[in-house]
Structure formats: structure tokens, C-alpha cells
């Protein structure tokens, strides 16, 4: 199962809304120099998506995960 239709099924679903579309985005932090610089740069995944509701009503929703 993709990332894409976990979250569908997940969250949305018992909701009552569908997922219309995702984009996975790469983000990064703020560059954190520690004492013994070891890491990366803090990059990580995230998804935003773009649901609908299934009732009558013209909403829609931006969401972050």
C-alpha cells in the first residue's frame, strides 16, 4: 500500500471525505551547528494534501502530514 492510500484510507475516510490529491514536499529546518557536528542538515518528508468533502457542500481542505 503507498503512503498516498494509507493516508486516504487512515484519515479521511472516517471523516467522510476524500482525498483529492498529495504532494510529497522535502523540508528543511533551521541549520543547527551542535558541539560535535555529526548530522545532516535536518531535512525530512512530509505530505500536504487536498481533501473534499462527500456532502453537498463546496469545501475544500488544505492538510499537512
Known sequence: MSAKSA???EI???LDERMLGAV???RRTKKKI???AT???G???TYICLSDI???SK???FSEF
Open 39 to 41: 548530522g545532516g542538515q
Open 7 to 9: 493516508i486516504s484510507k
Open 12 to 14: 479521511f475516510a472516517p
Open 43 to 45: 531535512e525530512y518528508l
Open 34 to 36: 551542535p558541539f560535535l
Open 54 to 56: 462527500k456532502s453537498a
Open 59 to 61: 469545501e475544500k481542505t
Open 24 to 26: 510529497q514536499v522535502k
